[in-house]
């Protein structure tokens, strides 16, 4: 008789044969077929303190490595824990495969044990496809399907359910080949005449720029951006999934996107004519937000490459549009520019880097003018002595963006913070996620002392699993962009659930075994980020900072209530409604 195996078995050798090396994972009976069979497997468990945790961390580490990623979680409140993440990863359009526990098949209507919900029909709104596994002998098939999934086109999460009899159930290992070739082997290519009008675009224009999103991550198309950028002297922006496709002190590299701003608002003038490299319209480049106005200006002729096609003109008109991978893109076009003469842009190009540091004293009158310590004095000081390979995961409100002003990003993914959903919280399991990743490098998680909060019990995970991730707080003791928020809107006397204790979350970091600091001067708080990297265990440095300190404020001037726009109804985070 042949020797059985069971589907923990099956899945594990499945995802072993897709190269899968580590899993994000939180314990549930449901699921132990699957961990027992990583032990035999020689595949890495990073077991969280919370589902989120996991699935927020496996969001990390494919951002960092470029492949799909593995998270599990045990059925119901083990899968609700988690769909925040999984959501954000939908929003985010990071490829990661959710395994779920459920419940046995046979029970169904029966009220068992975290049962009772269609966890599958929950995930379909939020996930590229979900689907529940009800034969032991097709685990190999759907887990393979849905690893395709995952990365074919637009990337984004899937979510295989394995209720707990058919995971348990053995069955004969003939009746369930792995497939030999499990993800795609190729990416899309763009056609010659779209690859030709980009040229011709590109050739009248003024004031050409690239803006790359995160489609340039899981392209890997670093090299060859580079090499296009500095063929043609078009310089680079970037939102923050795209940071670090070009060096930040790189002579054609604008930094931030959102840069486009400062750029007009210094006279220097906005693209007109724009390659959007896997880079969407949405929040980020549309009125609210970032204030009035779009990024980049509506006279700018738009050159979108994405895998995607309804994501193409999508929001705003794309002139000319490229359903194709990155990087395929940017092969085309340098084999189809080898003996073009570009124009010369090296006016734009160096006023347009030399902007990209504009706040690098720009701060200087506040920072004067506060009492405590300005937050963006924090930053700097903190990025002073981090080497430049160094991860820097960003999180919170305001901490967030003062994080990103200062940041350097010399590789791809080297600055990672919110997206799309806004999510508070994932500083610290996004640094689990990038230093189980890169485990040469060093990664640092800079985050406002309301984030912080979501998930601080992952001290123990870093600490248990020997990642020396050092977690910097910047403390206001506020909810610090509500408040600057109610104080604008509502006048200072106004302010409701939006301040916190003076909380020593250094203490809490320390009793699970990470090394501690507490700092309230600038002149320490560098000395204080050595003594954490060179301790080699996790860290968590509380950082006192000013609550008067608010994004945009140069000047140091106190929050005023502002003045009411005539004809209009103020919102905070979204473009501002009308008056009938």
Known sequence: MAKTIDGGELCVRTLKNAEVK????????????????CLDHDIRLIDTRHEASAGHAADAYARQTGRVSVAIATAGPGYTNILTAITQCYLDRTPVLFIIGASPLRDAERWPLQGGLDQVAMAKPVTKWAMQIT????????????????????????????PIDVLFNKIDPA????????????APAPSANRTEEAIAALLKAERPAIICGGGMLY???????????????????SNSKGRGMIPTDHPLCGNAH????????????????????????????????????????????????????????????????????????????????????????????????????????????????????????????IVSVLDEDTIICADGGEASIWADMAAYAKNPGQFMTHGYLGCLGIGMPFAIG???????????????????????????????????????????????MCVHGQQSMYGDNRLVVTTLADARYEQVAQGFGAHAEYIEKAEDVGP???????????ACINIITDLEAQMGDTTGEKITK??????????????????N
């Open 258 to 381: 959102t840069n486009i701003k400062v750029a007009e608002a210094a006279g220097v003038g906005t693209p007109d004519v724009a390659i959007m490299l896997g880079a969407r319209f949405g929040m980020f480049t549309e009125p609210g937000m970032l204030g009035p106005g779009r990024i980049p200006a509506d006279d700018c002729t738009i050159i979108q490459v994405d895998t995607s096609g309804p994501e193409i003109g999508r929001l705003r008109p794309a002139h000319i549009p490229v359903v194709a991978d990155c990087r395929e893109f940017l092969i085309a076009m340098l084999d189809k520019t080898k003996e073009t003469q570009w124009p010369d842009w090296s006016g734009w190009s160096t006023a347009v880097h030399g902007l990209s540091q504009w706040h690098t004293n720009a701060f200087d009158p506040a920072i004067q003018k506060t009492n405590l310590l300005h937050p963006y004095e924090a930053v700097k000081q």
């Open 219 to 237: 392209s890997k198309a670093a090299k060859e951006l580079r090499e296009f950028a500095e063929r043609s002297g078009i310089p680079v922006y």
């Open 135 to 162: 034969r032991t002998e097709l685990i190999p098939h759907l887990i393979s399907h849905a690893l395709r999934e995952a990365v074919d086109g637009q990337p984004g999460p899937v979510l295989v359910e394995i």
């Open 434 to 480: 990038a230093q189980v990743a890169n485990p040469d490098k060093r990664v640092v998680v800079i985050t406002g002392d309301g984030s912080v909060g979501f998930n601080i019990q992952e001290f123990d995970t870093m600490v248990r699993h020997n990642l020396p991730v050092v977690t910097i707080v910047l403390n206001n003791k506020a909810w610090g």
């Open 562 to 579: 502002a003045t009411e726009r005539d004809g209009e109804i103020e919102m905070p985070y979204y473009d501002n409604l009308k008056k």
């Open 22 to 37: 580590d899993m994000f994972v939180l314990h549930g009976g449901h699921l132990d077929p699957i961990f027992q069979a």
């Open 528 to 538: 204080a980020v050595e003594r954490a990297l060179a301790s080699g265990l996790p």
């Open 175 to 186: 009746q369930a080949p792995i497939p030999d070739s499990i993800l795609p082997l190729s």
